[in-house]
């Protein structure tokens, strides 16, 4: 058996399905691809990963990132999220700072924002590489 990780799908669980449309859609910019039978949308680009996002009425959502978006240029992304009404967390904690909104790891830059159903999003830049990896 081979998995595609592809064509995988990510869950995210919404309290209010139209208003976390407006931020998936307008916010963030993602790409609609419609509806599920049972109310989710569905974002995402042709033949890619795709974003489901399912109503749930217990208001219940993980405590850490349930998604991160990979970037080329993170100061430029924070920016141009953040003109758009997106707000950046920032940690200062022995094992993560942010500088700027940004944390700096030995691999990745990182930073944090929460979507409007309190789900903890990231984008994040690479540092390495795959090539980088020892396997």
């Known amino acids: 058996m081979t998995l595609i990780l592809n064509k995988a799908t990510t869950i ?7 208003r976390a449309h407006r931020f998936y859609a307008d916010t963030l ?10 109310g ?31 970037v080329s240029e ?20 022995p094992e993560l700072k942010t500088d700027n909104h940004i944390c700096t790891t030995d691999s990745e830059r990182c930073a944090w924002f929460l979507d409007t159903e309190h789900n903890i999003l990231c984008v994040h830049e690479n540092i390495t590489t795959a090539a980088d990896y020892q396997l």
Do not use: N, W
């Not at 910019?29 to 049972?38: C, E, F, K, Q």
């Not at 989710?40 to 749930?56: H, I, R, T």
């Not at 993170?74 to 904690?93: C, H, N, P, S, W």
């Open 40 to 70: 989710s949308d569905l974002f995402g680009s042709d033949g890619g990963p795709l974003l489901q996002l399912m109503p749930v009425g217990d208001g219940k959502h993980s405590e850490h990132t349930t998604l991160s978006f990979e």
């Open 12 to 18: 995210l669980p919404v309290d209010d399905a139209q």
């Open 74 to 93: 993170i100061e430029r992304t924070v920016q141009e999220m953040e003109a758009k009404g997106v707000q950046f967390q920032d940690y200062d904690l």
């Open 29 to 38: 910019g993602l790409p609609h691809r419609g509806v599920t039978g049972d």
